[in-house]
């Protein structure tokens, strides 16, 4: 009975707060889909999730704006054609919550020239477009610290190229809590479930990605018969030699594609004739080409139907911007609580 009654008179158990930033450069790809995507999708039901496309920090890259407008409405509606749920978790447009900026602004006092300068997303761009080492590019990890901060986030999904900028965002959050008080919570890497599927561009090079080869890439927007000629042209050889060979990381991704797509027949089939030497990869890609046009088709048309519905988008964007901008200002009147900014 004792029990009971404590059980019901503690506050209802608050759920963790989840957060992570989608670049809106380039098309979404597979890569996408089972390195992030579909792990969002899944931990909108257990999370107080928020998921944001990231306008700001493309700026620091991508100084033309004309494209990038498209590139966040066809973000969103690729989120939600994936299965990302509005109602659920908060998607909106870094752009939309302000209070970002203001946080960003109040880190940049504790951030250091020197650690900026060493980061080595930093050194990248900086080789890769030294003609624009804006202050922008410099503070790119206080700005993604302030995304997290913002909503106190605990939990942040993202790829190991992320992990340092996580670290950097732990260091200012524990900076700002030693000098002003603690106000934010230690944000940690996070991936739901153990098995994060790694794709690999069809041509073998590496992993799918946004920018390069587009020939071995499979977007979320390729139309049919785009995704059946890059499967066609994937990279394979004359076969296997010896049963049971090891495969070769190339042949090694059509079979986890093939076991994303296709029936668990399918791809026992494949295996086996794999294992005993008489695989004929020119059918296999035939029918994997098949089995994705059939896994894509209704995600592209789904996020065209979005895209195309302008009312819908704009509902869509100003019902994240509503909860964001909720916990984003009762976070900051913390902060300004905090480091004495009241008035
Ligand atoms: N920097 C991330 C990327 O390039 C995108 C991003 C911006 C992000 N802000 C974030 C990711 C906050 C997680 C949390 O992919």
Request: charged share 25%; hydrophobic share 40%; proline share 4%.
């Amino acid at each position: 009975m004792l029990h009971r009654a404590l059980f019901l008179s503690s506050p209802p158990m608050q759920k963790e707060v989840v957060l992570s930033g989608i670049r809106p450069t380039g098309f979404l790809h597979l890569g996408n889909y089972f390195g992030a995507m579909r792990n969002y999708v899944r931990m909108q039901e257990e999370y107080n999730c928020y998921f944001f496309v990231a306008n700001w920090h493309s700026l620091t890259t991508h100084p033309d704006t004309k494209e990038l407008q498209n590139s966040v409405y066809r973000v969103i509606a690729e989120n939600v054609a994936c299965g990302l749920d509005p109602e659920k978790v908060a998607l909106y447009v870094q752009s939309d919550v302000p209070e970002i900026a203001e946080l960003y602004l109040y880190l940049n006092m504790l951030a250091y020239k020197g650690e900026l300068e060493k980061t080595t997303t930093f050194k990248e761009k900086v080789r890769l477009q030294p003609e624009n080492v804006n202050a922008g590019l410099l503070t790119y990890p206080v700005l993604m610290a302030a995304d997290i901060l913002i909503h106190r986030a605990v939990k942040v999904p993202v790829g190991k190229d992320q992990e340092q900028h996580l670290e950097m965002a732990r260091n200012f959050a524990e900076r700002f809590n030693h000098r002003y008080g603690e106000v934010f919570p230690a944000p940690q890497a996070f991936n739901f479930g153990s098995e994060l599927v790694k794709i690999m561009s069809l041509d073998g090079n590496g992993k799918m990605s946004k920018s390069e080869n587009q020939m071995a890439t499979i977007y979320l927007a390729d139309e049919d018969d785009a995704v059946r000629k890059k499967i066609m042209k994937a990279k394979t050889d004359s076969g296997p030699t010896e049963p049971n060979a090891v495969k070769p990381d190339y042949i090694e991704n059509l079979f986890t594609l093939m076991k994303i797509t296709s029936s668990a027949d399918t791809v026992a089939k494949f295996e086996h004739d794999f294992n005993n030497c008489v695989i004929r990869y020119g059918d296999m890609k035939k029918q994997l080409a098949e089995d994705m046009v059939n896994f894509i088709r209704p995600i592209r048309e789904k996020a065209a139907d979005i895209q195309n519905n302008k009312e819908l988008l704009a509902k869509i964007i100003q019902q994240g911007a509503e909860k964001a901008r909720a916990s984003a200002s009762a976070t900051l009147q913390q902060v300004r609580k905090a480091i004495n900014m009241n008035y």
